[in-house]
């Protein structure tokens, strides 16, 4: 897998105080915390250090960091990254179901605020969803969120698993709705109707996984998918977020994380990208 550039481009638009990009990894260091045997890709390390500039770059103030799937059940690097700035940063970990209650506690103090589940079939899972039912509502008490990581065509078959949730929930990188497929596509009228729902979260990330063109394909890098992220803004404007999905593992094309984050003066007014980026955000996470 590719790393992240090494420099990305300084973005144009400057982003309200108290941004938070709800959707970055962390891998290793592999020295310190080794990658898990049967993973499905292998990393060059991206450690905290790296996001931290990363964000000092970019602007932006806050962070959740999401287990990667090289780490497995080891959230070791997530909780390291949360405990080096625990008023500024969250994490959602990988779980097994039947994790113990002592384990969710652990992991709620070190800052974690959800759990997430990987239906893509390249990343060699498939939860079993009662399991993850029961888990809902275990850590509904903690205030947590069950975070998820579809396929479009996940969103058609996964429809009575997602109403019988007893947590709120959060779709990641806008369903995985192809731009190619248009915005009328089955999937797209699926995630909008779910949107109706008062649990349910979207995350306007990876752009570069949905849109048709390259970046450099037109005016603005992945602009195909500001229609796209319009309507999921129009659907729950008090339940989208937003994030880098930085170091965007297995995609097609490394993105400029610059152009990621002007991309967003495209979906919105400003009192639309404070919801996005801050209000939104601190509810779901728990920030100050």
């Known amino acids: 897998m590719p790393p992240p550039l090494d420099k990305p481009r300084k973005p144009r638009l400057v982003l309200p105080a108290g941004s938070c990009d709800s959707h970055v990894h962390v891998y290793g260091p592999a020295e310190r915390f080794p990658y898990a045997e049967g993973r499905p890709y292998t990393p060059d390390d991206a450690p905290v250090e790296r996001l931290q500039a990363l ?83 275990r850590i509904a008490p903690l205030g947590w969120h069950v975070q998820l990581h579809f396929g479009a065509e996940d969103l058609l078959a996964q429809r009575g698993f997602l109403h019988a949730l007893q947590s709120p929930f959060a779709i990641d990188h806008m369903g995985r709705t192809m731009v190619a497929g248009g915005l009328h596509q089955e999937a797209c009228l699926a995630l909008r109707d779910l949107l109706a729902d008062a649990r349910a979260w979207i995350k306007l990330s990876g752009p570069e996984r949905i849109s048709a063109v390259l970046a450099t394909g037109g005016d603005v890098p ?28 297995n995609v097609r094309e490394m993105p ?33």
């Open 55 to 137: 964000h000092r770059w970019l602007g932006i103030d806050r962070a959740v960091v999401v287990q990667a799937t090289v780490h497995g059940y080891d959230n070791r690097a997530v909780l390291d990254a949360v405990a080096r700035d625990p008023a500024r940063v969250r994490g959602v970990a990988l779980v097994p179901t039947d994790v113990s209650d002592a384990a969710l506690r652990a992991l709620h103090d070190g800052g974690i605020r959800g759990v997430r589940f990987n239906f893509i079939k390249h990343l060699r899972e498939t939860p079993d969803t009662d399991a993850v039912l029961r888990l809902a509502e």
């Open 222 to 249: 992945y602009g195909d998918v500001i229609p796209f992220a319009r309507q999921l803004l129009a659907a729950a404007p008090e339940r989208a977020v937003w994030g880098t999905d930085w170091p965007h593992p």
């Open 256 to 288: 400029d994380d610059g152009d990621l984050v002007d991309l967003l003066a495209h979906y919105g007014d400003a009192a639309a990208l404070q919801r996005l980026l801050v209000d939104n955000p601190a509810r779901l996470y728990g920030f100050n």
